[in-house]
């Protein structure tokens, strides 16, 4: 499966953005997704997993309840929905993808993703 990740831009402390993961290739309802972000000069770390059937949510402590993710697989797409913006939000987002679900700690490590998008660049200006 390839993906596409888009929505990144600009935006003002608190304020809103929208990120998409477009799947081409397969059907993106048999993977599970995960969000990740890399700042400059730091590792990439994890943002949100949302599992195969949609059932099962995990967010990092630093986004949790400012960041949503949701699928749509009649559009093979996923979202992640941010809100109240932060300036430490500002990364490279990355979205991932694997065909099983795994514990808490293995969604966290970018590792156990088999498929990655190229990266959409948000930056919060405080």
């Known amino acids: 499966v390839q993906l596409q990740a888009s929505g990144g831009g600009l935006v003002q402390a608190g304020g809103s953005l929208r990120l998409s993961c477009a799947a081409s290739?397969?059907?993106?309802?048999?993977?599970?997704v995960g969000w990740f972000r890399q700042a400059p000069g730091k590792e990439r770390s994890f943002v949100g997993f949302m599992s195969r059937s949609g059932g099962s949510l995990n967010y990092a402590d630093s986004v949790k309840g400012r960041f949503t993710i949701s699928r749509d697989n009649a559009k093979n797409t996923v979202y992640l929905q941010m809100n109240r913006l932060k300036p430490e939000d500002t990364a490279v987002y990355y979205c991932?993808?694997?065909?099983?679900?795994?514990?808490?700690?293995?969604?966290?490590?970018?590792?156990?993703?088999?498929?990655w998008g190229q990266g959409t660049q948000v930056t919060v200006s405080s």
């Open positions: 991932a993808a694997r065909q099983w679900d795994g514990t808490i700690t293995a969604r966290t490590r970018n590792q156990n993703y088999d498929y």
């Open positions: 290739g397969r059907s993106f309802s048999n993977y599970a």
